[in-house]
Structure formats: structure tokens, C-alpha cells
């Protein structure tokens, strides 16, 4: 089914619009995912096809980085606030979405969470006490 997001950076200073087909959405704990958001995973989503974005503003402050070794990892990101932005993929014909720079619901639950065995160690503990917003005290 073809959907819709819209998204930004941080600032705001950057926008974008992604029409295309949902096809996946995961958390991956990859080492690079890892360095990539400073957490303990990266959680994409991946709309195809590759020519889906259209950028409503903000494209020239766009920067990008390609890790030297890697075949097709890269980052794209927003340069006046390091906010993470969606990226084509043309050899996966799709773009690359980081689920956080989404201003609309995601068209899909997150579906798994891939390179599990490669997650740091102290992310994903399920037994840690939830907050609606700042613990007590803090």
C-alpha cells in the first residue's frame, strides 16, 4: 500500500516528504548503527522506491558521511544540528528513514531487531522501571 511520512531534523531546518511503498522497519544494533546515533540502536524504516523523497526544504544543509570500509553504509544529516536524515539507497532502490526525525506516524510497527548479537550490553533491558517523562526527584 502506498503511504506517506513527513519528517525533519531537529532545528527544523531541514524537511522531507517520502511517498512510496513501506517495506520494513528496524531496530538494528549493529556497531556502526550503534556509533552512527549515539544509542543503543538505529531504528529505520525503508520505503521504496529510491526516488520517493522529495525534499520541501532545507537540502543544501544536508551532509554526508561514508564509512570508507563499508559497502553501503552512510549517514545523512542535517549540518546546522547533527539530526539524522533519511538517505537513498539506489542499490536497495529505497530511502532509508531514521524513525526518529518522523513528524508522521510511522505506516509500520517496528518488525524486528537485527545484528541482536552484535547489541551493546546494556541496551534493551526490558526489566528497567518506565516514566511518562522525568523519574521522581530528577
Same mark, same amino acid.
Given at each position: 500500500?502506498?503511504?506517506?511520512?513527513?519528517?525533519?531534523?531537529?532545528?527544523?531546518?531541514?524537511?522531507?516528504?517520502?511517498?512510496? @511503498? =513501506? $517495506? %520494513? *522497519?528496524?531496530?538494528?544494533? #549493529? &556497531? /556502526? !548503527?550503534?556509533?552512527?546515533?549515539?544509542?543503543?540502536?538505529?531504528?529505520?524504516?525503508?520505503?521504496?522506491?529510491?526516488?520517493?523523497?522529495?525534499?520541501?526544504?532545507?537540502?543544501?544543509?544536508?551532509?554526508?558521511?561514508?564509512?570508507? @570500509? =563499508? $559497502? %553501503? *553504509?552512510?549517514?545523512?544529516? #542535517? &549540518? /546546522? !544540528?547533527?539530526?539524522?536524515?533519511?538517505?537513498?539507497?539506489?542499490?536497495?532502490?529505497?530511502?532509508?528513514?531514521?524513525?526518529?526525525?518522523?513528524?508522521?506516524?510511522?505506516?509500520?510497527?517496528?518488525?524486528?531487531?537485527?545484528?541482536?548479537?552484535?547489541?551493546?550490553?546494556?541496551?534493551?533491558?526490558?526489566?528497567?522501571?518506565?516514566?511518562?517523562?522525568?523519574?521522581?526527584?530528577?
Amino acid at each position: 500500500m502506498t503511504t506517506t511520512v513527513t519528517g525533519s531534523c531537529l532545528c527544523g531546518a531541514v524537511r522531507y516528504e517520502v511517498t512510496g @511503498e =513501506a $517495506e %520494513r *522497519f528496524y531496530h538494528c544494533h #549493529c &556497531q /556502526r !548503527c550503534r556509533k552512527a546515533t549515539g544509542t543503543g540502536h538505529a531504528s529505520n524504516l525503508f520505503i521504496t522506491p529510491h526516488t520517493a523523497i522529495r525534499w520541501l526544504q532545507g537540502e543544501a544543509l544536508l551532509g554526508f558521511y561514508k564509512v570508507p @570500509e =563499508a $559497502e %553501503r *553504509f552512510f549517514n545523512s544529516f #542535517c &549540518q /546546522r !544540528c547533527g539530526g539524522p536524515m533519511p538517505r537513498v539507497v539506489p542499490e536497495l532502490d529505497g530511502v532509508l528513514i531514521p524513525a526518529g526525525s518522523l513528524d508522521s506516524p510511522s505506516p509500520l510497527p517496528a518488525q524486528a531487531r537485527i545484528f541482536w548479537d552484535s547489541r551493546a550490553e546494556w541496551s534493551c533491558s526490558d526489566d528497567l522501571p518506565a516514566f511518562a517523562e522525568y523519574p521522581p526527584g530528577v
